[in-house]
Structures are given as C-alpha cells and as structure tokens.
C-alpha cells in the first residue's frame, strides 16, 4: 500500500471531530490495506509494535533537525528557532519541505511497509555510527515523500499523531471493518487480554473471530488490569453487593502484574508497559517463592520501612520507574513488597472466568507469604461496624482505604474494563468536602503577575468511556510550586495543538489546546452543576454539566496512567449523586 494513501486519510481524519466520519475514513483505509494491515494499525497508534516489547525509534528532535537541514539547506540553528516558535514538529517539517526540498534522482515511493521497516532499523541501530545512519534514513525518507508524508511519518517517529483516535476508536473500526456488530464486546475484551492491535487486525482480517473469541489471558503477554467504581460510603457499597463482598486493603504502590514462565519472569504496569529490569528483586524473589511451572499474578507493589515495617506511600516505589542505574542501592533503601490480590493464570489453565472469591481461594493455595510476597489483607463482612473499623484500620496501615469485591457468581475478572464487581471507598472521601480524582489536562491559560510567561492555570477533563472523549470539569489553578509551574509549562508546550482535539468535548476556549495525555490527581471541594463544564452534559440538568468546585493539585502526576485510565464521567456522575443524598 501507498503511504500517500495513508497520508491522504490521515488528512481527512485531521480535519473533522466527528466520530462517525473518523471511524467511516478508518474503516476505508483498512479495507484497501491488505497485507499491510498489521503494519499499518501499528503506524496509526504512532508506534512500530506493541508497548510491551518497548521498542521506539531512539530518534530525538535533534536528529530530525540534522536530517530536515541536509535536505532543504537550511541551518540546524534556522530550523530550531522556527521549532521553538512553531511547536509541531511535523507541521514544521510539513512547511519547510515544501519550500526548500531539494532534487534527487535517488528515491523511491513510500509504502506502508518501507516505511515500518525503516523506522524499525532506526529502532535497532545502536552504537557508533547510529546518528549518522538515523539522519541517512531519515533523509532519504524526506525526499521520497510528499511534505505530507514527511509530517506524518515526522509525528510518528514522535509517537504523537495528533488525528484525534485512541486505540478504542482503532478496535471499533476494526471490527466494523471485519466483524459483526454483535462481536463487538469479544473484539474488546481479546484487546484487553492480548493489547497487541497489530495480532487482533490480524485475526479479523482473516475472519477467525472464534480465535478472538477464545483469547485470555496468557503468560508474558500483559493484559490491561480490572478497574474499580468508587463510591463514598459503607452502606451504598453494601447495597450494589447485595450477593456479599469482600473488603480488601488499598494499597498505595504501583500496579505491579506478574507472569511465570517456566524459568522466565517479566513484571508489568497497569498501563502495560514492562518494567522488569527495574525490578530485578521481585524477578529473584519470585523464582523462590512460587514453584508453578505457568502464572498471572496481579497485585500491588508497596515500599517499606525495613527497621520499623512501615509502609511508604507511592512516590517512594515510582522513583524505580525508568531507572537504569544505582538499582542495587535502590533496593536496599526502598525495599518491595507484593501485596497480591488475584490469581488469572496456574499451569496452563486460565482462571479469568472463574469468580473471585475461587481465585482467591487458589491464590492462598498458591504460595507461601513472606517479606517479598503477601496477601492483600481482607475482610468478609456485611456488618457495617465490623467494616468501618477494617477501614480505619486500613488506613492506621498506611493504605489509601479498601476496595470492595463481590462475592457473587458473575464476578469474573474483566480485563481493562470498570464495573460494580469492585467498588474503591479511599479515606478522601471521608472528609466531607474532599475528593481525590485523576483528571486529564485538555488545555492551559496564561498567566499573570507571578506566573506571567508561564501557564497559570489548566483547563481539567474526566474520561467518558461510552464515547471515548475527554469531558471538561474544572479549569486548575491552585497547588502548583512556582519551580512545578516551570516544568509544567516546559513539559506540557510538547503537547500543544493548534485546535482543539477531536476527542476534547469543551465549551470553554482555553489560550493553548493540549494532547490529552498528562493525568493528574486533584483534590476537589465538592462536584456542582456547572452551565460551563461538559462532564455528564445534560445528565443532572438540561444544558449543564458537572464541576469540581475548588480544584487544586496536590503534587502527584500519575505517569503510570493512561488518559483513558483517569476519572470517568459515570464515576463523578455516581459521586455527585451519592453527595446530593448525604447532603438531603
């Protein structure tokens, strides 16, 4: 297939927020894909493979600078000040290629599949030699394309697309390219077992939905962890779960999912990413603890105090994550402990379909707990006493609160997916006017007095899953360090759009349009019906949403989640109704 071909549609894609009309431009271009469909789905993630195997293209800005200046004459020094002013790398490339491109008799067209298999070897070029192989590469690539396809591949390279689709707009026009309606809900939960995009187009290309049917989960392939709902009291928890439930600790640490192998052991995120190597003491403790051939583990890892037993809360587990040196000192200062909650995997027999109170009953059975290893703590009980003392207990621990678990016979364990089956009640909640929510940031405003030249406050979305979009709630402008403000703005100005994002529902016009990418955890006053924000619009009242009334950041990015992982529209929608009947 063409690349013009892409690039065509990725054009057309950019020019509307429509989802019906992005998910008609999608299903065309994969129809006329071919072979090149695996490839090609990878491309419109602005990836090259899977995020578990890691792979990036190890191109830096600086190299496509030194690649665009070879090419259009232009000095590295010209380039970058147009960089600082224009922002997108890709526009830029776009703009300066159709000025100053220069002849060549050495090109060839661009195809889907030339154009994987350049950036693959940019991937795996290593060592001396790599810069000026990369800026070879990439220069050959600039003179065989459209400025067009410059652009797009430019972004690609980035891994920032900016067309407005998520993976689950990729799946939906995947199965109505290729399956029917009604296989919507097995297309889902096999990218939720097996979120390899490139496999699943694959095997609907090929028509064999019983193999997407009979995916689950499977060692060493990472799967996209079970969510809870949240609710604010005791009493509504006990009545959603009115087949019993299971109160087990919150714990404060990284989502840590683990796979057995034989003699092999990688450890994964909750967004799917392998961070193994920073964990070489779980590798070495795993080997000791469980003697299955096959396992799934998932669970939370948590630092301690190994003088007193205390536990550390979060920030202290994520400063392993990205490290590559000082890991031995790492783990003598903060040392790990696994605090596991469930079992989908034991020697070669999925368990994701057995209910929860099973799972647990084969998890006990499964190991030995010790320093490395333990059981999340739990309580069975519909006593609310009994309860409300679990949780002050929970929290004396150094826990966030308890998550609550049915008991009931549909309770299977439902990969990427959030539902009643487990109900998170956090100590925030407790106080009367705080919540704690993780929200994206859609959008920024600039700033005065103090902060002038830097952003001054951000325009906040929750996540609503029935239409993959971000819903705004609350514009932030309180619990930034003047030294964050800095970094914030820095960080932030990479994700600048010059429109609005497709997937950005917004009645408020913020200075600078933002990717929605960075999740931050805030704490709110209360939730209010607002005339100006657009989450859960028209739900409550006719022509009004719902807010955080004084919203403030309280100093935790959660770069361990997903945008599509932050507070959803049905969660503040739950909270704001629970609220208004404590407050009647």
């Not at 899977?50 to 030194?66: A, F, Q, R």
Request: hydrophobic share 35%.
């Amino acid at each position: 297939m063409k690349f013009s071909e892409v690039t065509k549609s990725f054009e057309e894609l950019s020019k509307t927020t429509k989802r019906l009309e992005l998910s008609s431009i999608l299903v065309d271009l994969m129809k006329k894909s071919g072979d090149d469909l695996k490839t090609l789905v990878y491309l419109m993630q602005g990836k090259l493979a899977p995020d578990y195997l890691g792979i990036e293209t190890g191109v830096s800005e600086k190299i496509i600078i030194k690649a665009l200046s070879s090419v259009s004459g232009l000095t590295e020094g010209e380039i970058g000040s147009r960089l600082v002013k224009e922002g997108d790398i890709g526009e830029l490339v776009e703009s300066i290629m159709s000025t100053k491109r220069q002849a060549s008799l050495e090109t060839q067209e661009l195809t889907v599949r030339s154009v994987h298999e350049s950036l693959m070897k940019l991937s795996e070029s290593k060592g001396q030699g790599s810069i000026a192989m990369k800026i070879n590469t990439l220069r050959s690539i600039f003179i065989s394309g459209t400025p067009a396809d410059s652009k797009y591949i430019s972004r690609i390279i980035e891994g920032k697309l900016r067309l407005g689709i998520a993976d689950s707009t990729i799946i939906d026009a995947l199965t109505l390219a290729f399956a029917a309606k009604e296989d919507h809900e097995a297309v889902d939960n096999a990218y939720n077992f097996h979120p390899d995009i490139g496999h699943i187009a694959e095997l609907l290309r090929n028509g064999d939905i019983n193999a997407i049917r009979a995916i689950g989960p499977e060692p060493l392939i990472p799967f996209k962890v079970m969510l809870a709902e949240r609710l604010q009291d005791i009493k509504s928890i006990i009545g959603k779960m009115d087949q019993g439930a299971a109160f087990e600790y919150k714990y404060d640490g990284l989502r840590t999912q683990i796979h057995k192998s034989g003699e092999k052991v990688r450890i994964f995120s909750r967004g799917t990413e392998d961070v193994t190597d920073q964990f070489p003491d779980i590798v070495k403790s795993v080997a000791e603890t469980f003697s299955c051939d096959t396992c799934i583990l998932d669970g939370e890892s948590v630092p301690y105090n190994p003088e007193t037993g205390e536990l550390y809360p979060f920030q202290f587990v994520s400063q392993r994550r990205g490290r590559k040196y000082k890991l031995g000192e790492m783990q003598s200062e903060i040392p790990i402990t696994v605090f596991l909650f469930d079992i989908l995997y034991l020697n070669g027999e999925s368990l994701a379909g057995k209910p929860y109170g099973e799972r647990r009953s084969i998890l006990e059975k499964a190991f030995v707990e010790g320093q490395s290893f333990k059981l999340a703590r739990r309580l069975v009980s519909s006593d609310e006493d009994v309860i409300r003392a679990f949780f002050n207990q929970s929290i004396e621990d150094g826990c966030e609160g308890v998550v609550a678990k049915s008991l009931a016979e549909d309770s299977i364990y439902r990969a990427g997916a959030r539902g009643w089956l487990w109900i998170k009640l956090k100590k925030d909640y407790q106080a009367e006017l705080s919540d704690t929510l993780d929200l994206v940031v859609v959008g920024a405003f600039g700033g005065q007095g103090r902060r002038k030249g830097k952003y001054g406050a951000l325009l906040m979305a929750c996540y609503n899953q029935a239409n993959d979009t971000f819903e705004t709630t609350c514009k932030l402008g309180s619990g930034f360090t003047d030294e964050f403000l800095i970094s914030m703005s820095k960080e932030l100005s990479e994700e600048r759009v010059e429109s609005k994002p497709a997937r950005v529902v917004s009645k408020m016009e913020p200075d600078i349009w933002l990717d929605p990418t960075m999740v931050m955890e805030i704490i709110g006053a209360e939730i209010t019906v607002s005339p100006i924000h657009t989450c859960a619009y028209g739900t409550v009242e006719k022509e009004s949403g719902l807010a955080i009334r004084f919203p403030r950041f309280n100093g935790r990015i959660r770069r361990d989640k997903k945008p599509e992982d932050a507070t959803t529209t049905s969660e503040i929608l739950e909270m704001f109704l629970s609220q208004r009947k404590t407050v009647s």
